[in-house]
C-alpha cells in the first residue's frame, strides 16, 4: 500500500470534486419502431422500463464502494426521428413516453428525442423539427438535439435556416422558466454516436442493443496539479495534465467496467472530457488562470485550452482503451463560475468563445443571449459553428439561450448543474439575406479521402 | 475483498480502539496500517480483508459510518482496487 497514492487519491475526491460525471445507459429503440405511434411509444416505455430499472441502483452501489461518486445517471435512445408520426402531436408523445421512462427508472436525464439532418430532411424529419419546442416543454427530463452538418456530407443549410425559429420558439413556449426549454437542446455538426454528455446523448444508428458510456470529470484535480508549477515551461504543464488525466480515466474505466459488468451491459466508450459545474473550484476557466492568464478570455486563452485539451486526450488514451464521445475540454459558459466571472468581467466575449470553441472539444455551450436576438442572427451562429466543426474535421455544438425579456446585463439563473449565466452581447449586423437562402453547404473538399 | 479505510479527523485518544473494535467484531482482518499526525490531523490508512461470506461491505460500511459520527472523525471504506487502478499502469 503506498501511503502517498491512497492521500492524493481522497484529496481528489474530497477537496479537488473529482467525480464519474454521468453513466450512461444506450438503448437501442429501432424494434420499437412501429408504424402505429400508439404501439410504439408502449413498446418505448416498456423498453426502457425493463432494461434500465436496475441502472440507478447499481451505478448507487458501484460508487459507494468505491467511495467516487457517480453525479448523473442517464439514458441515451436510438434517435426518435427514425420513428413513425404523422404530426407534432404524435411525436410529442414520444417525448413524453421518453419522459415517464425516465422518471419511472429515476435517471435524471434522458437524451435521444433527435434528428439526423445532415444531408437533408425527410417529410418525417420536417415535422419532427416543428415538435421539439413543444417536446421540450412538456417534459422535464428529456433532452433533444439535431445534428445538421458532417464533414462527410457538409452543412444542411435548409435545416441551420429552421433553428433559429425553432430556438426561439423552445424559448418563448418556456418564458416562465427562463426559457430552460433551450438548455435541453443542442445543434450538432459531427455528433458522435456514443457520446455520455447531454443534451446530445442519442444511441447512434451503429450502436449495439444496449451498452454503458461513462463521462469523467475532474477540472478541480488538474487545476490543483498545476497550482504548484509556478514558473514550469508549457511542455512541463502538458506533462502534469497528461499525468493527471490518466489518473482520472483510470478511475472512470474502473467505474464503468463494473457497472456494465453488474448490470451485464457491454462496456462502450469512455468520455475524458473535463466537466464543469458551478461549484468553486471545479472551473476549466480556472485552468486556463492557473495557466497564467489574468481571465479566461484573454488573448492566449485560445492556446491554453488548445493544450489543456490535447494533453487530456493524450493522458485519457493511455488509460483506457475505448475512448470515445466527445472527449476534450467542455465550456459551458453557465456552469463554470470563472467563466461567469470573465464574462461579467468584460474579458469574455462572444467572438472569443467562437475562437475557443475551434480547439475545445464541443462549442457554444450553455450561453445566454439577449431576447431581441433575430432569429437568423442564431441561425447564423450555427452555421458558423457547424463550419468550424465541418472543416477541422470534428464534433462542434450549440446551445444558446436567447432567455425570454432579458437583455445585456441581465443575470439568469437556471440552478443545479446549469448554473447561472450573465447575457452575453451579440453582434447586432444583420445575417439574415444569407441565412435565407438555405440549400446545403458542400462537403469540404477533404472529406473525399476514399 | 481488499479495501483502504481512511481515517482522517483532529487527533484524539482512542481513534486505532475504536476502529480496529468495529474491524474485530464484524471479522475483517486488518493486513497492513500505517498512520501519522500532521497539524494535528491524525491520518491513518489500513488494508483489510474482508471475507465477503461472513462480513457484507455495505454493513461494514454502515458500521464504520457509526463509529465516525461517535468519535467526529471522517471515516471512508473503499475497494482496494480503485488506488491501484489510478496509480499504477
Redesign the interface.
Known amino acids: 500500500m503506498i501511503y502517498k497514492d491512497v492521500l492524493d487519491t481522497i484529496k481528489m475526491l474530497e477537496v479537488e470534486n473529482l467525480d464519474i460525471r454521468t453513466t450512461t445507459l444506450g438503448i437501442s429503440l429501432l424494434d420499437c419502431f412501429d408504424s402505429d405511434y400508439k404501439k410504439a411509444t408502449k413498446k418505448i416505455y416498456d423498453k426502457i422500463t425493463t432494461l434500465a430499472k436496475d441502472l440507478v441502483k447499481t451505478a448507487d452501489t458501484v460508487a459507494d464502494e468505491y467511495g467516487i461518486p457517480i453525479v448523473n445517471k442517464r439514458i441515451s435512445v436510438t434517435p426518435i426521428a427514425l420513428a413513425c408520426a404523422n404530426n407534432v402531436d404524435e411525436w410529442i408523445e414520444y417525448a413524453k413516453a421518453l419522459d415517464n421512462a425516465a422518471k419511472e427508472v429515476g435517471v435524471d436525464i434522458i437524451g435521444g428525442y433527435s434528428a439526423l439532418v445532415q444531408k437533408g430532411c425527410t417529410k418525417s424529419d420536417e415535422s419532427f423539427l416543428e415538435s421539439i419546442p413543444y417536446a421540450l416543454t412538456e417534459t422535464t427530463n428529456m433532452c433533444s438535439s439535431v445534428n445538421l452538418g458532417s464533414t462527410k456530407s457538409g452543412i444542411n443549410f435548409n435545416a441551420v435556416k429552421k433553428m433559429g425559429p425553432l430556438i426561439k420558439k423552445a424559448a418563448y413556449l418556456s418564458r416562465d422558466d427562463n426559457s430552460f426549454g433551450c438548455a435541453k437542446f443542442v445543434v450538432f455538426a459531427n455528433a458522435v454516436e456514443d457520446n455520455p454528455f447531454m443534451a446530445g446523448a442519442f444511441h447512434g444508428v451503429g450502436e449495439a442493443e444496449k451498452v454503458i458510456n461513462v463521462g469523467v470529470s475532474g477540472p478541480g484535480v488538474v487545476k490543483t496539479a498545476l497550482e504548484g508549477m509556478k514558473g514550469a515551461t508549457v511542455d512541463e504543464i502538458a506533462e502534469t495534465i497528461k499525468r493527471t488525466a490518466f489518473k482520472i480515466t483510470r478511475a472512470g474505466s474502473l467505474i464503468g467496467h463494473e457497472v456494465s459488468k453488474r448490470l451485464d451491459v457491454p462496456f462502450g466508450i469512455l468520455d475524458l472530457s473535463l466537466a464543469p459545474t458551478p461549484a468553486i473550484g471545479d472551473s476549466v476557466a480556472e485552468i486556463l488562470e492557473v495557466m497564467g492568464l489574468e481571465r479566461c478570455g484573454a488573448h492566449g486563452s485560445t492556446a491554453a485550452l488548445a493544450m489543456l485539451t490535447d494533453a487530456v486526450k493524450k493522458g485519457g488514451i493511455m488509460a483506457s482503451s475505448h475512448v470515445g464521445g466527445l472527449s476534450g475540454a467542455f465550456i459551458p459558459v453557465s456552469e463554470d463560475n470563472r467563466m461567469i466571472a470573465a464574462v461579467e468581467d468584460g474579458c469574455l466575449k462572444f467572438d472569443k468563445l467562437e475562437a475557443m470553441t475551434s480547439v475545445c472539444s464541443v462549442g457554444l455551450d450553455m450561453i445566454a443571449i439577449p431576447w431581441d436576438t433575430p432569429e437568423d442572427t442564431i441561425s447564423a451562429m450555427i452555421a458558423d459553428e457547424a463550419a468550424i466543426g465541418v472543416i477541422n474535421n470534428k464534433t462542434t455544438a450549440v446551445r444558446v439561450v436567447p432567455v425570454y425579456g432579458k437583455k445585456v446585463g441581465d443575470k439568469v439563473d437556471w440552478g443545479g448543474l446549469f448554473g447561472s449565466a450573465p447575457i452575453m452581447e451579440v453582434n447586432s449586423f444583420s445575417s439574415g439575406d444569407f441565412i435565407q437562402r438555405g440549400g446545403r453547404i458542400p462537403a469540404p473538399v477533404h472529406s473525399f479521402k476514399n | 475483498m481488499k479495501a483502504?479505510i481512511?481515517v482522517?479527523g483532529k487527533d484524539k485518544t482512542g481513534i486505532i480502539y475504536n476502529v480496529s473494535k468495529v474491524l474485530s467484531e464484524l471479522k475483517v482482518n486488518i493486513e497492513?496500517i500505517?498512520q501519522t499526525v500532521m497539524q494535528d490531523y491524525f491520518?491513518m490508512?489500513m488494508?483489510v480483508t474482508i471475507d465477503e461470506e461472513k462480513t457484507a461491505?455495505?454493513s461494514l460500511?454502515e458500521e464504520l459510518d457509526k463509529t465516525a459520527e461517535e468519535v467526529g472523525l471522517?471515516i471512508?471504506?473503499?475497494?482496494?482496487?480503485?488506488?491501484d487502478?489510478?496509480?499504477k499502469?
Do not use: P, V
Open positions: 483502504i481512511t482522517i497492513d500505517s491520518t490508512l488494508l461491505f455495505k460500511k471522517s471512508r471504506l473503499q475497494k482496494e482496487e480503485l488506488f487502478t489510478m496509480h499502469i
